[in-house]
Every structure is written in C-alpha cells, then in structure tokens.
C-alpha cells in the first residue's frame, strides 16, 4: 500500500513552535518537500532528504510525488495547510484518503489575535499568485478584511487600491513574520501610506473607511451603470438586477455572457461569491479589452474573454449552469447552441429589444416553455420647467431552465 502524504503546518517559529507529534512526523520523513524558507527551519539532525519547491510549483508537484513514491514523503507547508495552501492542492491530487494534515495556527489566527478581532467578522483574501483586484469585492464601509500577502511590495499596492477606490482614511495594519521571534506591526492609512516595502513574510489588516461621497458598490446586482466604462452596449441596471435574478447566480457555477458588450453581467454574477465563474465572449475586440478592464476594476479579474462570434466562438467551453445572450440573439444558431450546451437544470436568459429579436423569443417561447416578460421602465427627466417619466426602451425577457435528467 502507497505511503501516505504527511503535510506538517509550520509557522514563523520554527521548529519549537511544532507540537510534538508534528515533530515526530517531520523526523520520521525520508523525504522533506518545502520552501527554502521552511526546510531551513528544520534542525539539522532531521536526516531526511530535503526537496525545495520549484517554480513554478503547482506543474511539478505531481511528478515530485510520483519521483518519490514508496518514501515517507513529509510536505512543510505555511500555518494550516488546508487553508489557502498545499493541503487543499494534495487533496485534490491524492485524495483525503492518502493525505495526513497537522495544521499550525493559520496567519489569519494569529493576526485575529493581535488586533482582537472576532475571526467571524472578518473577510478574507489571498493575493498570493493571484491579482491584488480581487480586494475590490470585499472593500465596504465599516468591513474588516485581511489580505494573504504575496510578498513586501503588496501592502503598498493595497493602499495604492484603496487610495484609487476612495477608501484612502482605511487603516492599514501590516503583521510581519507572524509568530517569529522578530514579529513587528506596522500601522498607517492607505491614502498617506510611505513604505514601498515591508517584510516578504507578511499580512495585511484593512479596516475599511469611505471619503464622504464614495459611491457604494454591493456585491448585489445592480450596480450604477457609471461603474462601468462602456460605449452604450451595455446592460442597463434596472434590467441587469432583474436578469440576473433570472439568472440565479450559486457559488460555483459558470456562466456564459454572450454579446457581452462591457461585461456587466459577467461582472455582477462573478461579484455575488467568489466561486462564481464566468466567460464573456464579445465579438469587438475593443469592447473585449473594455470587459477585462471593468473586470478588474470590479474585482472579479477570473473573468474568461473569449474574442470571436457565437456559435462557432462557444465551441469546446467548458458546459455552463447559465447563459445569458445579452446581444447577436438572432444570429443563425446561437440560441440553439447556448440551449444545446446548457448542464441539465440550467438557465438560459434572453433580452430582446428589436422586433426581430422579439419574435425570434416568441418562438423559442413557444417551442420550449418557460416565462415570457417585458420590462418598461422610466425614468424623471427634466421637460422645460416640469418632470416628466421619460420611458426607457422595453426590453422582452424569454427565460427557460433546462430539464434535469
């Protein structure tokens, strides 16, 4: 039977900070896998062979494995292993079943416990390889987020973020070399923040404060069309909540946005949980370049930009659990490859606001079922001295949920 994976967690204290099982399992390895930074915390009378992780990590780790299959393999890894780190990673390559985890207090523990803040109360982001956008979401007035630092430059590009956003009073706390014998905090605000860099070993405390006159930007659909930088073709917001309220966003679903014009709607159901993933395929390469830009400007940078024109751009994506055709709907097979597509209990939304993309709805309405509504809304606009509702175009929704199997 293969050996089991071992993963020790091990904070900035070393060796002594290890319970003393940990200690056993990290002596007992014949093979120690790790950073430079933590095989270097190990003493020198663990004889085991002691293999740092290449660069890039993740494409040599199942080959690093396989290299030493049959050893008593141990995996060092930063706090708990199943929190942000190569826990979850070995995991999902093994299985739990092959895998032994011994957690340390995770950064996120430790720096609850210096600020004294209720871990419940707090958000959570990881900037290690991955955007430092990703904040975006989680900036709200009077929040508490603590950002998983990808190394000294990254405090500065969080309050380079918050400056930008209009949060630059937020306080910001950097915890360096949590646990270590030479653990410093470093305190100021985002918008007068001077170090460019601090500790490669750190994390970051946000406590979040708007200038007066921020506008908000919910993770709730709907946000103000002016968040968006578009050139017209663009989901308006009224319409945009209420098809995405069709569109049923759940946490860790994909969904096609076709004819995504500024990629509002892409935007706003990534936005509603972080596992939400999305591809919006656009046939303008401007407008392509637009979605990345508002992507990340909304914090979901995840977003896949397919450039080219449906149907023939859909083929070999992965199956969607939603697809909104938001733009080219009475191009000759889109419909019927979006619906083709679709996983069973999916959701396919169409607007129409053309006569012709109207009756092309009224017939798939017909064929398949589903609802059928129109949409007018208006808005006060000035009419000489007076207001008056000036109405909106109306917009036609046909929306059907694909039969489970």
């Known amino acids: 039977m293969t050996e089991p994976v071992t993963v020790v967690g091990i904070g900035a204290d070393g060796w002594p900070g290890l319970a003393q099982p940990a200690q056993l399992e990290v002596r007992a390895a014949q093979v120690l896998l790790g950073s430079s930074r933590q095989l270097d915390l190990v003493p020198d009378k663990v004889t085991a062979e002691r293999v740092a992780w290449p660069s890039p990590m993740l494409p040599a780790l199942p ?41 340390h207090a995770s950064s996120i523990s430790l720096a609850c416990a210096r600020l004294g803040w209720p871990m419940e109360a707090v958000d959570v982001v990881s900037a290690v390889g991955r955007p430092v956008e990703l ?48 653990e410093r905090l470093v ?49 308006k917001r009224e319409v945009r909540a209420l098809t995405l309220s069709r569109l049923a966003p759940v946490p860790g679903q994909l969904l096609w946005d076709v004819g995504a014009g500024a990629g509002s709607v892409a935007i706003e159901w990534s936005r509603t949980h972080p596992s ?34 449906a149907p023939s751009a859909l083929d070999g994506l992965e199956a969607p659990s939603a697809v909104f055709v938001g733009g080219g709907a009475t191009g000759p097979g889109v419909i019927e490859k979006c619906w083709q597509s ?64």
């Open 63 to 103: 080959g690093l494995l396989e290299r030493h299959r049959g050893r008593r393999i141990c995996v060092l890894a930063s706090g708990d292993p199943m929190f942000f780190g190569v826990g979850s990673t070995l995991a999902r390559l093994l299985g739990p079943q092959r895998l032994r985890v011994l957690p």
């Open 135 to 182: 904040l975006h979401p989680f900036v709200q007035p009077g929040r508490r987020v603590l950002v998983l630092s990808a190394g000294g430059g990254t405090p500065a590009e969080v309050a380079a973020l918050l400056t930008v956003r209009g949060y630059g009073p937020s306080r910001l706390t950097v915890l360096e070399r949590l646990g270590g014998k030479d």
């Open 187 to 235: 305190s100021g605000t985002a918008g007068e923040w001077s170090l460019p860099r601090t500790a490669a070993l750190n994390v970051i405390a946000v406590d979040c404060v708007a200038d007066p006159g921020t506008p908000l930007l919910p993770t709730v659909p709907g946000l103000p069309d002016s968040a968006f930088d578009h050139d017209g073709q663009l989901t």
């Open 276 to 309: 939400c993933r999305a591809v919006a395929v656009e046939r303008e390469p401007e407008r392509a370049e637009r979605i990345t830009r508002n992507a990340y400007a909304l914090g979901v940078p995840g977003i896949e930009v397919v450039l080219g024109e």
């Open 342 to 405: 679709l996983l069973p209990g999916g959701r396919l939304v169409v607007n129409a606001v053309t006569v012709e993309s109207e009756s092309l709805v009224a017939q798939w309405y017909a064929r398949l079922g589903g609802d059928l509504l129109r949409m007018a809304i208006s808005r006060a606009a000035p009419v000489g001295g007076f207001t008056a509702m000036r109405p909106m175009l109306p917009v036609t929704t046909w929306v059907a949920t694909k039969e489970e199997r």
